[in-house]
């Protein structure tokens, strides 16, 4: 990136002897929305934190704008956050709340009642100033926090597991409209979660973070369907992992229970014998021979959930079991258990892990 | 079950009884002043006594101070210590214990040989100095009240998280104490300064040693020489303390609702 509005570099953040972010390197461009997605205890968390001023790195800087701000307090930097608990002042009003950085700043009080409406119209609760937060959903008042971290208008937005608290339907409305504000008012964001639907509906890119690395920055497209390690691909989304030995590695032949698919130009550095990791989508696979799939395994199906409109199959291969979605279709029945089946799959959906 | 609540409520008409009784007394008999008719002559001879208010205004006044001196050092400190040192949350605990198993003689004994007229900290040397001695003396005794009762306060609210949310906002440290913290915890604050007033209304061995007009030593005297007046004080000493526990009460129900905490 030529000119990063966020650029994290060589960050490294230890508590006492346990190393919780080891080099984490990050730019991010102006008006981005970058998620950083992973389990509890990556570091996503840490990371926000030092960005945001409320933990210092044991080693590496953070520029925002081009300007070193790790010396820099909280206080200084002219951030904006959300926290997972709301945080809202429980003794003063939604206004109160939504002006309390502008009275910090020392902006006229006629001038920050006109930004307080403001702030109140782009979340779409303008009758709500004169409430108390006790008085509020859960999903309100994060609207409330979300207007209250946006009202000095900060360089840097920080969204820290923001939705987490909330029930699944708040979530999803929840999440359309900050990232609907977010492109509104073009601001940089870093949004932190462990949700990776969260992650992968509403990020520019996604930096899939484990145990204090970054193991994989991308785009959702990207980290869904190249990912880079095997965490990140068992991690986001869901997986099947089928377990084979290399036949030829010339000719990228590799058998799994008995049968051979080809993964040609996949197998880069292995030698035949070797075993490996291979891995597909659920929704990379069919029940039966499909026009247009060149690999195709055989097995027996070993469970089957109606769900609906969708049918979740788990088909046994060999040692390995393989979970597949198909639609549901009210003229034909769905699969038995213990039937005999081939699934079938394109070579080029392969993914091979490392 | 109707065994276990006759058993509870002997317990609670004993208990009533204990309590109720000797007031009960010490009102009814402070009401004989006049022979064979009950008035209320002795509370108009007390409250007519030039000392009585003398006193009282001079306790009301050290008790202001303590609250205020209480509150300045008691909040931040127990503020500091839940958000940045909780490992010296025990430490504090214990010191904040000790004024009530070290007897008030004993730190009255030590003021005096500490800061005497003759010592680089003369508090004693005049009588304002030997005022403000006596309020740091009555802060240091309400101690423990205050600081448990602010310290139950900040629990009941998500300092850190405020406190992030404020500093991230732009606010330095007084306006996160001021604008954030200390309004949230208000009703606990009071709730330590109503106990402290208590406390330094009816206090009586710093004041007689430390040799100042104060509302207890006065309370002694009166008890030494007359018979009726001291029931009648004791009556309103006890009035300005249910008053002042009432005050909380009340006031509890303007706490802020807490709304930091996810459902």
Redesign the interface.
């Known amino acids: 990136m030529a000119d990063p509005f966020l650029s994290i570099q060589n960050v490294k953040k230890s508590f006492g002897n346990v190393a919780v972010v080891k080099d984490f390197n990050l730019d991010v461009g102006a008006g981005e929305f970058v998620s950083f997605l992973g389990p509890s205890g990556c570091g996503k968390t840490t990371m926000l934190r030092i960005v945001a001023g409320f933990e210092e790195p044991s080693a590496g800087k953070v520029l925002i704008g081009g300007k070193d701000v790790t010396g820099l307090k909280p206080n200084q930097r002219n951030i904006g956050m959300v926290f997972q608990a709301y945080a809202l002042f429980p003794n003063l009003t939604v206004a109160q709340n939504i002006g309390f950085g502008l009275k910090v700043a020392g902006m006229p009080k006629a001038e920050a009642q006109a930004r307080i409406d403001e702030m109140l119209g782009i979340i779409k609760l303008p009758d709500f100033g004169d409430r108390y937060p006790y008085q509020l959903s859960g999903g309100q008042q994060q609207r409330i926090a979300l207007a209250r971290a946006l009202a000095p208008k900060p360089k840097l937005l920080l969204l820290d597991e923001p939705l987490s608290a909330l029930d699944a339907k708040v979530r999803i409305s929840l999440r359309e409209e900050i990232r609907s504000i977010q492109k509104k008012l073009g601001i940089t964001t870093i949004f932190v979660t462990h949700d990776q639907e969260e992650a992968l509906s509403m990020s520019d890119r996604i930096v899939v973070m484990n145990e204090g690395r970054a193991d994989q920055t991308g785009t959702p497209f990207e980290i869904y369907n190249r990912p880079s390690t095997k965490f990140v691909a068992n991690f986001v989304g869901t997986l099947n992992v089928l377990e084979g030995t290399i036949s030829d590695a010339a000719s990228g032949t590799v058998k799994i229970n008995a049968e051979e698919i080809g993964l040609k130009g996949k197998l880069n550095g292995s030698k035949s014998g070797d075993t490996l990791s291979l891995a597909l989508r659920p929704e990379a696979i069919s029940l039966g021979r499909k026009a247009g799939n060149d690999s195709n395994l055989t097995g027996q199906i070993a469970d089957v959930h109606f769900l609906g409109s969708v049918i979740r199959v788990r088909v046994g291969v060999g040692q390995n079991v393989v979970s597949l979605d198909t639609f549901n279709s009210p003229s034909s029945p769905p699969p038995v258990v213990g039937q005999k089946t081939e699934i079938s799959f394109s070579s080029g959906d392969v993914l091979v892990l490392h | 079950m109707k065994t276990s609540r006759f058993w509870a409520w002997l317990v609670f008409v004993v208990g009533a009884a204990y309590f109720f009784i000797p007031l009960i007394a010490t009102f009814e008999f402070s009401l004989r002043m006049r022979r064979g008719v009950y008035s209320f002559d002795a509370y108009r001879v007390v409250l007519g006594d030039a000392r009585f208010q003398e006193t009282f205004a001079y306790s009301v006044t050290v008790a202001v101070f303590t609250i205020l001196l209480g509150v300045f050092l008691v909040v931040p400190t127990a503020y500091w210590i839940r958000l940045r040192m909780p490992q010296l949350r025990p430490i504090v605990e214990f010191i904040t214990l000790l004024p009530l198993v070290i007897p008030a003689i004993v730190i009255v004994f030590g003021y005096i040989r500490m800061y005497g007229s003759n010592s680089p900290l003369p508090f004693l040397g005049s009588a304002r100095g030997t005022d403000a001695l006596l309020v740091i003396g009555y802060a240091t005794l309400a101690l423990p009240y205050m600081y448990r009762a602010v310290d139950t306060g900040l629990r009941t609210?998500?300092v850190r998280?405020?406190t992030?949310?404020?500093?991230?906002?732009?606010?330095?440290w007084t306006?996160i104490i001021a604008?954030?913290i200390l309004?949230?915890v208000?009703i606990a604050v009071l709730s330590g300064a109503f106990l402290t007033f208590a406390i330094v209304i009816g206090e009586f061995t710093l004041a007689s040693l430390l040799n100042r007009p104060a509302f207890g030593p006065y309370l002694q005297n009166i008890g030494a020489n007359r018979a009726y007046e001291p029931a009648a004080l004791a009556v309103i000493a006890f009035a300005i303390t249910w008053g002042c526990m009432s005050v909380i009460q009340i006031l509890a129900r303007f706490a802020?609702?807490?709304?930091?905490?996810?459902?």
């Open positions: 609210i998500d998280t405020l992030e949310a404020a500093q991230i906002l732009g606010a330095g306006t604008r954030v309004p949230n208000l802020p609702k807490s709304a930091n905490r996810p459902n």
